[in-house]
């Protein structure tokens, strides 16, 4: 039952007139399939009932499988209501095309292509359609394919485009995957050391990636799953929220580790502190939640194995330490037992897993948890060593790898600035190419992996480790795709990019310019064009990327200018190749308060203040670490208004430029005060609208005393100053 706001557009209406039309177009289908060539009784209907994805669905009723179930009159595929919209079906296996036919809707296509594709993100035209009229389109086709799609460019009214059938015929030339993934219930069989995941009685070696967009997003992005070879894609939480996902990788042929979140994880969403010992609330009303969707999903095609929690027993020293730790972790692996021994009297039919962070969990998950089928873990850069692990423990169980692919940024060397050193995108792709080659070479006991991460953030962590960030497609994207598809022939493949170097480093004056070089090179020989990003993460927290200011020098050498906040920056060059491929390389550089002529007056002068912070943080943080010309210091004072902070500089002065480098903790409303003898004041300069970072300011006078007195800070903590600056 849907709703109707007034702000919607009117629904469309099944008058007399449109079923007539649709009476006409059935005739006209008829008639055209009456007509057409004796040839065409040769040729087999290769696409009824094969897996159908779409751009977009208008509702629940009108999803892409409808226009290929053979009703030509009662169902029916339809788009949002906007062009470039497009249906795909997948025949399954690579086959010789001879023609097409859309029986259209009342919503039909004015223009449009028909393209063919082998693996199903090359595509290649084999019919454009200008000027259409609707009714039934019965095109010939010359051409090869596993994948067949009808890419709308114009539409013939304000509606979407929708098609009663999009049927291909053509004859099967084999090549590519013949059938769906088996069917049927999925086993964990085999003896020690010589297990094997079947699913419907058939061998199945997870080849996966952990899945990052929205669940709706599947039918957007699951093609472009398959199409790289993988056959699962892994998830952190299953919900109400996770059927159209469960739909879409059906339709795909891709099964789904539904997983199951618990406090406290280590991962995306982790927080909370549950004590499992003696939070019977909390277990059972988790017990329950997990049962619930068990028995919903159970029957799902899509759905593997069960996977309970994420690095829960690494999130627990979070919360407590010693001997109460070691009680917690026996306790929690305890419970994912009862989950696991719950999930089986519901499902039989699929395995249950748990993830944790590395081997250290195994030990526990053997002792307390023997209903668990398999075992599962996240590793990076130290994915190789599992093995040893395994062998080492004397575990009797097989496993599989749930999160694995480059070093992380727990795991590699800091850099100059002191922040982790980024690998480069040929270290990455190579990162994801040894991690699959160490879990294949333990045959018989690592069951697969899910790869991270399929995920389109473009932020920091997106540019760390997803394969396709805002879509584009990494050399680690190629790396996957080559290790599951067992080809070198990918297709075309992005800009790599080398030595690339950031100067000055260590001293980038705020709102300066920094040169930033890398050695840029198209394998395909494609025209490159540059794009220049800023995160402030380490500087302020903020892991978003935002476009930078920058000029081209030529050569693979930009001008940048560095942002206002001081701190460490990491500057990324985007290098696109017009194919939707992108070489993205970051180094970091630290942004310092832009210098300033003369000699700094106040270094190492005595300093005093209305208050200081003693204990907090950092702190000590006393007025003194304000002119010790480091900015690594801090004064810092209560949390309170109004506040001063004042420098003797031993004699009067002349005055130029005043210079504070503040702390997070800034001062909005300030006046610099100016005095001879420490007792009588005059003004010099005031602001009500002070925004931190750094604040230049041009002086005139003499005094042998220069006070800040504060009156509106910018946060709700004190006033902080790293350091003051008085030149004359």
């Not at 769906?180 to 070696?205: D, H, I, M, N, S």
């Not at 406090?263 to 059972?284: F, H, L």
């Not at 002529?597 to 912070?613: D, I, K, V």
């Amino acid at each position: 039952m849907s709703r109707a706001s007034l702000t919607d557009p009117p629904p469309r209406r099944r008058t007399g007139g449109a079923l007539l039309a649709a009476g006409l177009l059935l005739a006209s289908s008829l008639t055209t399939l009456a007509l057409a060539p004796a040839a065409h009784a040769a040729d087999t209907l290769l696409s009824q009932g094969r897996p159908a994805t779409a751009s977009s669905q208008e509702g629940d009723g009108y999803a892409p499988a409808a226009a290929v179930d053979g009703n030509l009159t009662g169902t029916r595929w339809a788009s949002q209501w906007s062009d470039q919209q497009w249906i795909q079906v997948d025949l399954g296996q690579q086959a010789t095309l001879s023609r097409v036919v859309l029986t259209w809707e009342a919503a039909y296509g004015k223009d449009y292509a028909v393209q063919a594709s082998d693996n199903g993100t090359d595509w290649r035209t084999l019919r454009t359609v200008t000027g259409g009229d609707g009714g039934t389109d019965d095109l010939a086709l010359s051409g090869t394919g596993r994948y067949v799609r009808m890419q709308g460019i114009a539409r013939a009214g304000g509606y979407g485009y929708s098609l009663w059938e999009f049927q291909v015929y053509g004859s099967a030339t084999g090549g590519g995957t013949t059938q769906p993934p088996p069917g049927g219930p999925v086993k964990v069989e085999g003896t020690q050391g010589a297990w094997r995941l079947t699913v419907g009685g058939q061998p199945y070696t997870v080849k996966g990636v952990t899945w990052g967009p929205a669940a709706s997003a599947g039918p957007t992005y699951l093609p472009d799953v398959k199409a790289m070879g993988a056959n699962t894609i892994r998830t952190w939480g299953t919900d109400a929220s996770t059927k159209p996902l469960l739909d879409s990788a059906a339709a795909n042929g891709i099964r789904v580790i539904n997983g199951f979140w618990l406090q406290p994880g280590g991962g995306p969403g982790a927080g909370g502190c549950v004590d499992y010992v003696t939070d019977t609330t909390y277990k059972t009303n988790a017990l329950t939640e997990f049962a619930k969707w068990v028995d919903t999903y159970k029957s799902h095609p899509a759905t593997l194995m069960w996977n309970v929690g994420n690095e829960s027993v690494l999130g627990l020293q979070n919360c407590y330490s010693g001997a109460q730790l070691e009680t917690q972790r026996n306790a929690y692996t305890s419970f994912v037992n009862d989950v696991a021994k719950k999930i089986h009297s519901i499902d039989p039919d699929h395995p249950v897993t748990s993830t944790d962070a590395w081997t250290g969990a195994w030990p526990y998950y053997q002792r307390n948890a023997p209903d668990l089928d398999l075992y599962a873990m996240n590793s990076y850069n130290n994915v190789c060593k599992v093995r040893q692990d395994w062998i080492d423990g004397g575990y009797t169980k097989p496993y599989i790898i749930t999160e694995t692919g480059p070093a992380g940024e727990w795991e590699v060397p800091n850099d100059v600035n002191g922040v982790p050193d980024e690998p480069t995108d040929v270290q990455k792709a190579d990162g994801y190419t040894k991690a699959w080659n160490c879990v294949t070479a333990h045959q018989g006991v690592a069951l697969g992996a899910t790869l991270f991460h399929y995920g389109t953030e473009h932020d920091f962590g997106g540019v760390w480790f997803n394969l396709v960030p805002d879509g584009l497609k990494r050399l680690s994207y190629y790396a996957v795709k080559r290790a599951y598809t067992g080809t070198t022939a990918v297709g075309n493949t992005p800009p790599v990019l080398s030595n690339m170097t950031v100067s000055p480093a260590t001293s980038a004056p705020a709102g300066g310019e920094f040169t930033v070089h890398a050695d840029v090179r198209d394998p395909d020989g494609d025209p490159v064009t540059y794009k220049v990003f800023l995160s402030g993460n380490y500087a302020g927290g903020d892991k978003g990327l935002v476009a930078a200011q920058w000029r081209s020098t030529g050569n693979g050498t930009f001008a940048v200018t560095a942002p206002q906040k001081l701190g460490v920056w990491k500057v990324y060059v985007q290098a696109e190749d017009g194919h939707g491929n992108a070489g993205i390389e970051t180094k970091s550089v630290r942004v310092v308060a832009p210098p300033v002529g003369g000699t700094n007056l106040a270094l190492n002068r005595p300093a005093t203040a209305s208050s200081s912070q003693q204990s907090y943080g950092d702190c000590p943080c006393t007025p003194q670490l304000a002119v010790d010309g480091r900015a690594d210091t801090r004064w810092a004072s209560d949390w309170s208004d109004p506040q001063w902070i004042q420098v003797d500089l031993g004699a009067a002065k002349a005055l130029r430029t005043l210079q504070l480098v503040w702390d997070p903790a800034y001062g909005k409303a300030y006046t610099v005060q100016l005095s001879d003898d420490g007792t009588t004041w005059r003004s010099a300069y005031s602001t009500t609208a002070g925004d931190g970072d750094v604040d230049t300011i041009g002086l005139t006078g003499t005094a042998r005393y220069v006070r800040l007195q504060l009156t509106a800070r910018g946060t709700g903590w004190g006033y902080s100053l790293h350091e003051i600056g008085i030149y004359g």
